[in-house]
């Protein structure tokens, strides 16, 4: 079935990086588009990035642009994200979520990054 | 990318019918049809429920409906059951290969 799998949250101090990953399966990944969009706790979601099927167009949200980086590797049906110069205010659940139109129409269920000293 | 604006929380009885509003401004929920909603149950991840303002996804019960006028959209549950306790959030382009979301709405059935 359709699925996405995110991984690679956990624990990092103010100024730290990680790298989350998005494993996709079920479906031809190289023909979606995709998003990261974050959820800080109690609050809202936020859109975070997103990457076209060719990786040639990127964007990022105001909040995040310069310090997070979205690839994929379409041979590996795996989205990443790259965080640096992590600030608390990034704490958040980062779900991936695969794109049609300009819809968010099948999501991860997430993986929680906090960054605290 | 300011965010979009929706009500903290709606309630109503069962059978009776609930509207959401979404408001935006005239660079994204005004100018394009692509206004998308999504539920979403504590501790799960976001499911879509109706995008391009009014279509429904495959299996999403028809009491789901969505509308727009100007920079507001709307959704509205008719005929609210128990199982559609949860929280509501609205989602629209804007531009360029950005998005915005709105801070979402609790829905409690009574």
């Known amino acids: 079935q359709v699925q996405l799998v995110e991984s690679g949250g956990d624990l990092v101090k103010p100024g730290g990086s990680l790298r989350l990953s998005c494993a996709a399966s079920?479906?031809?990944?190289?023909?979606?588009?995709m998003n990261w969009v974050r959820q800080a706790p109690g609050k809202g979601l936020e859109w975070v990035s997103y990457?076209?099927?060719?990786?040639?167009?990127?964007n990022y949200a105001d909040s995040v642009r310069g310090r997070f980086t979205t690839s994929r590797d379409n041979t590996k049906n795996t989205l990443y994200l790259q965080l640096n110069s992590l600030r608390a205010e990034d704490t958040a659940v980062y779900f991936c979520?695969?794109?049609?139109?300009?819809?968010?129409?099948?999501w991860g269920q997430g993986t929680l990054v906090s960054v605290s000293s | 990318q300011s965010a979009l604006t929706q009500p903290r929380s709606v309630s109503g009885s069962p059978g009776q019918s609930v509207t959401i509003s979404c408001t935006g401004s005239s660079n994204d929920v005004g100018y394009y049809d692509y206004v998308s909603w999504y539920q979403q149950f504590p501790g799960k991840a976001p499911k879509l429920i109706l995008y391009d303002v009014s279509k429904r996804p495959s299996g999403v019960p028809d009491r789901f409906s969505g509308s727009k006028s100007g920079n507001t959209a709307s959704l509205t549950i008719s005929g609210l059951q128990a199982e559609d306790e949860a929280d509501y959030h609205c989602c629209s382009y804007a531009g360029s290969y950005s998005f915005v979301f709105a801070s979402g709405t609790r829905v409690t059935v009574l």
């Open positions: 990457i076209n099927t060719g990786s040639t167009i990127t």
């Open positions: 979520a695969r794109g049609v139109g300009w819809t968010f129409e099948i």
């Open positions: 079920g479906f031809t990944f190289s023909h979606h588009f």
